[in-house]
């Protein structure tokens, strides 16, 4: 097993690598793992998402416990929508309540997959290759908003606004899921703890179909789905997810406000020319 | 109003600029601008979708005339879903049927709004100031699995596979969408015919009230949503949707291959470091 994080250095830079007794040993990226050479305390760099995925796959009812909780049969392909890359930030940054939404926002604790190569109608052989490893995501959700329609179920807005795919702290590459439980703290009182075993479909198995419906890259993050024991966050809670092996995600729900907004920074936008 | 483009040139490299009398002049991007002082004869260049969004924003439910037949009210809200980056193909590229599905696969012509600059929580003043021009989009549909699943319908799914939506083959800046209808024509037989003045959310008021949900980036796309006439394509059918002033996208779709998947090229993937 190894740990993978992303910093930004005081410089603005940003530095991606293999963290271990307090140094970041740099490496190139996450899609090309090559060592740089350069080794920094990692005291001096703020840590950021492990990652900057294109999209996030968020995946709905992917536990039989939720499932059966649900009374809804279990999938035979993954049933997901989209997460937009805006959404994500990192472990210790705020999730900001939207100026325009006042009602309920719930916290789901997930398993998260990061994809490290790019495929496509991959076997579950492949796809097992194409996983970097594993981190964890606060799957975000309005939840007033998803049923607001009775017409169409409002899945990519309810969870697309800006800072609601919390992804972290680090990628863990190796890791034994399989024996893994899932906990969920709201203010240090547990709301969650489901073991991964409990999944539907397997990390492998969900690159692999859902491969075959789109294409994924390097960096690209799967959420596999929660299970029991969502709730709702109010201003000023903090939502602790921890796995054993990966580490904890904490971010706390920040009250509405006016958000500047920044100019685009070289390099973010989607590269037009 | 000016027309701009975006092209492979023989090198590989990509220009984007305004295209006049078969030359493009051209510009250092789409968020800035600026000449380079650059003239290239567009007979020499391959056409690329117009833009590179980062994110498809895709409205279902946005025009009158196919509300009032499908009998559903007309939204307080625009409704949508995310078409991901790896969906966009260009003018004249094929639409590929997936390896993984036989079934019915839909047409739909829209009229796209190319977003120029970041916005975020904009008034409609603001957000008609952050359209960069006007596309053409085909919104494509695997019709069959929308409701495959009674429990969620699959709207990121059937409509975010690669390939699936197609942008092109031009952008108009200052463009009067308010007179323009939309035609598309299956294989040279006319099935929408639409005026864009129907549109219940007109495209300020969607920048504004989307950008409240969400970080609008520039380049990113939001496809209006369709009215009366959407069909089915069969292979090899060719799809052509035109408005004028604008100009015409069309795309076959082709029977499914496989696909080999292509290394990543610098700079596509989502940037990881």
């Known amino acids: 097993m190894d740990t993978w994080m992303r910093f930004m250095s005081n410089d603005g830079g940003i530095v991606f ?10 490496y190139e990226s996450l899609e090309q793992p090559v060592p740089t050479g350069a080794v920094l305390s990692t005291r001096a760099l703020t840590p950021l998402a492990p990652c900057a995925p294109g999209k996030v796959i968020a995946l709905w009812n992917n536990f039989h416990a939720l499932a059966a909780k649900l009374d809804k049969p279990v999938p035979t392909h993954p ?19 939207p100026l325009s939404y006042a ?18 109608d991959a076997s579950v052989e492949e796809a097992a290759d194409a996983i970097f490893g594993y981190t964890l995501v606060n799957d975000v959700t309005a939840a007033d908003l998803l049923n607001e329609n009775p017409h169409f179920p409002q899945w990519c807005r309810a ?5 609601f795919c919390c992804i972290g702290p680090a990628i863990v590459s190796g890791f034994a899921w399989q024996q893994a439980h899932l906990v969920t703290k ?19 198995q969900q690159v692999s179909l859902i491969s075959q419906d789109l294409t994924l890259e390097p960096g ?12 709702s966050i109010k201003d000023g809670a903090t939502v602790s997810i921890t796995i054993d092996g990966i580490g904890t995600l904490s971010n706390t ?12 920074p070289p390099g973010v936008a989607a590269g037009v020319v």
């Open 17 to 26: 690598g293999r963290v271990e007794g307090g140094y970041l040993h740099e």
């Open 79 to 97: 049933l997901f929508l989209l997460k937009p890359a805006a959404s994500v930030i990192g472990a210790g940054e705020p999730i900001r309540r």
């Open 103 to 120: 009602g309920k926002i719930a916290y789901e604790g997930e398993l998260g997959i990061v994809i490290g190569r790019r495929c496509r």
């Open 159 to 163: 969870k697309g606004f800006d800072t």
């Open 186 to 204: 709201l203010d240090d009182v547990e709301r969650q703890n489901y073991p991964l075993a409990d999944m539907v479909f397997s990390p492998a």
């Open 220 to 231: 690209d993050v799967i959420a596999c789905g929660t299970s029991v024991g969502v709730g």
């Open 253 to 264: 729900l920040s009250a509405a406000h006016a958000e500047p907004v920044a100019p685009v």
